[in-house]
C-alpha cells in the first residue's frame, strides 16, 4: 500500500518534471536551457538523498595534489564540508568531501553518452588522501568497483531527459567500458521517460551497487505509470545511506602557500 502511494507521489513528479523541462526550451539560450535542467535534476536529487548528503550546482572539485576536475554538473557532497566560496556563491569543494557527480544530458546520445563518461572517470581518479586519523579506531572502508578503499569512492551516474533508445545507449556503454577498468565505469545511466542501465550478476539477476569485473549491463525499462524516479529514488537511498568520510584535514592543502614568518621564539 505504502509502495503505490509512494509510486503515485513520484509519478506526479515525474509528470511535473517533464513539464517544466518543456517549459525550459522556451529559453533562447541554450546554457540558460542546461542550467534549468541541471537545477531540476538537483532538486530531485535533494528530496531523496539521505540528510547528510547535498546536492550542489555550480561548483570545482580540487584535489590535494592541485589537480582540479572537469566541469561537473551535479556534485554530491558531504553536508558538513567546510563552506568555501568565491564570486557569485560558486563553491569550491576539497575532493575528499564528495560522494558523487551527476551528469546531465538534454538528449543522450552517444557523443553526450561518452562525454558523461570521461568526465566520471576523470573525476574519480582525483586523490582523496587529506582525512585526519582518528585514533584507537579500526580504518573503515568501503569495497566498490572490485577494491577495497579507505574512503567513499566517488559514484558517478549519468540522467537524460530524452535520448536514443536504452538498447541502443546499452550497446554504446558496453563499447566504451571494455576496454576500461571498472573503476572508470559510471554506476547508472537514467532517461526519463525510458528507463535506466545498470550493472549486475549475468547469472542471478542481482543489481550491484557499483560495477566490478565480469558485471553484466542490464536494461531495465521503466512502467509508464511511475517512470524512472521510484527507481531512482531506491537507488540514491541504496548508494549513499552509508555514505562517509573521516575527518578532513586541510593543512595539505596550504602546504604550499606561506602561513606567515616566525620571527621571534620564547622558551620557558
Known amino acids: ?12 513528479v515525474a509528470q511535473k518534471m517533464r513539464a517544466d523541462f518543456e517549459q525550459s526550451k522556451n529559453f533562447q539560450h541554450n546554457g540558460e536551457a542546461g542550467t534549468s535542467r541541471e537545477v531540476l535534476i538537483q532538486e530531485f536529487l535533494a528530496g531523496y538523498l ?22 561537473c554538473d551535479i556534485v554530491l557532497i558531504d553536508r558538513h564540508t567546510p563552506p568555501f566560496t568565491t564570486l557569485n556563491g560558486y563553491r569550491i569543494i576539497p575532493n575528499e568531501c564528495v560522494y558523487g557527480t551527476v551528469e546531465v544530458k538534454t538528449k543522450l546520445d552517444k557523443a553526450q553518452l561518452v562525454d558523461a563518461c570521461g568526465k566520471i572517470s576523470r ?15 579500526i580504518q573503515r572502508t568501503t569495497t566498490a568497483y572490485g577494491t577495497k578503499h579507505p574512503y567513499f569512492p566517488t559514484s558517478g ?3 537524460g531527459f530524452d535520448g536514443l533508445q536504452l538498447e541502443t545507449l546499452g550497446n554504446h ?4 567500458c571494455r576496454t576500461r577498468n571498472p573503476v572508470e565505469w559510471p554506476d547508472s545511466v537514467w532517461v526519463i ?3 535506466h542501465l545498470q550493472w549486475g550478476d549475468a547469472r542471478t ?35 549513499f545511506s552509508d555514505a562517509w568520510m573521516n575527518p ?4 595539505p592543502y596550504s602546504r604550499s602557500t606561506p602561513l606567515g614568518k616566525t620571527t621571534r621564539r620564547w622558551t620557558i
Not at 123 to 137: E, F
Not at 206 to 220: E, I, N
Not at 248 to 251: A, F, H, K, P, R
Open 173 to 176: 556503454l558496453v563499447d566504451w
Open 157 to 159: 551516474m549519468v540522467v
Open 123 to 137: 573525476m574519480r581518479a582525483l586523490p582523496k588522501t587529506a582525512y585526519r586519523p582518528i585514533a584507537g579506531t
Open 193 to 195: 521517460g525510458k528507463g
Open 248 to 251: 578532513l584535514d586541510l593543512i
Open 1 to 12: 500500500m505504502a509502495q503505490q502511494k509512494l509510486g503515485k507521489i513520484l509519478s506526479s
Open 205 to 239: 539477476r542481482a543489481f550491484f551497487r557499483s560495477p566490478q569485473a565480469g558485471a553484466a549491463l542490464f536494461q531495465v525499462d521503466a512502467l509508464p505509470e511511475q517512470d524512472i524516479l521510484l527507481s531512482l529514488a531506491l537507488h540514491l537511498n541504496i548508494h
Open 50 to 71: 539521505p540528510a547528510h548528503v547535498e546536492a550542489l550546482h555550480n561548483v570545482e572539485v580540487i584535489a590535494e595534489n592541485g589537480a582540479v576536475s572537469p566541469q
